[in-house]
């Protein structure tokens, strides 16, 4: 896992190739996180969501899904918006729904031809997965992923926090190198 880091920061001022979004399944705006990429990217973020297609009426993607726009204003190449599962006390497949998020976002990136990604914590804010929890479902996702040799060079994990910081970096840590 060399090529997984912990940094802490906005993740609107990363310079990646993509920053993920944790974004709601209508995908055109809301808060924390996805405020604050939709701000930093200027209107034309949210007129590229528009364009994405529904895949029924008022969701264009699925919880568990990704897709992907150019970043615009942002330093970032491209935004993955990714939608993480809402918390239910972990009986309502949240877990196999987060770890998607990272898994389909990763894949996106390789398709794309990216090289660097940076993550927010998916649903550790208002959809209140706990954030120990989402920590290593995050690792033990990109782990798998990284298995057969995926040619991503820097996977980031954005801590918007000293705790968030110290659980990323204790999950990190316990998945070696
Ligand atoms: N940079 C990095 N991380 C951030 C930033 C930022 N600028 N702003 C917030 N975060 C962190 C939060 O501290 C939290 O740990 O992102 C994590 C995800 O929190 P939310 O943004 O609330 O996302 P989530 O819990 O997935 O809820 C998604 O909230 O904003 C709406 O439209 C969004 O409906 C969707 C829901």
Redesign the pocket.
């Known amino acids: 896992m060399h090529r997984v880091q912990v940094v802490r920061a906005?993740?609107?001022t990363l310079e990646v190739d993509a920053i993920v979004n944790?974004?709601?399944e209508r995908m055109l705006?809301?808060?924390?996180?996805?405020?604050?990429i939709h701000r930093a990217a200027g209107p034309r973020l949210r007129d590229a969501c528009a364009q994405v297609p529904e895949v029924r009426p008022g969701v264009r993607c699925p919880t568990g899904e990704a897709r992907i726009t150019p970043g615009f204003d942002l330093p970032a190449g491209h935004v993955i918006h990714t939608v993480?599962p809402v918390w239910h006390g972990g009986n309502a497949d949240e877990e196999r729904l987060l770890g998607r998020c990272y898994s389909r976002s990763l894949a996106l990136a390789v398709e794309y031809g990216l090289r660097s990604i940076a993550f927010?914590?998916?649903?550790?804010?208002?959809?209140g997965y706990p954030p120990d929890e989402a920590a290593n479902v995050a690792m033990r996702a990109i782990a798998s992923f990284l298995e057969p040799g995926a040619d991503l060079e820097r996977i980031v994990l954005?801590a918007?926090?000293e705790r968030?910081e110290s659980t990323l970096t204790q999950a990190l840590g316990a998945f070696g190198d």
């Open positions: 906005d993740i609107t944790a974004a709601n705006g809301g808060g924390g996180v996805d405020g604050a993480g927010p914590a998916i649903s550790c804010g208002v959809f954005v918007f926090g968030a």
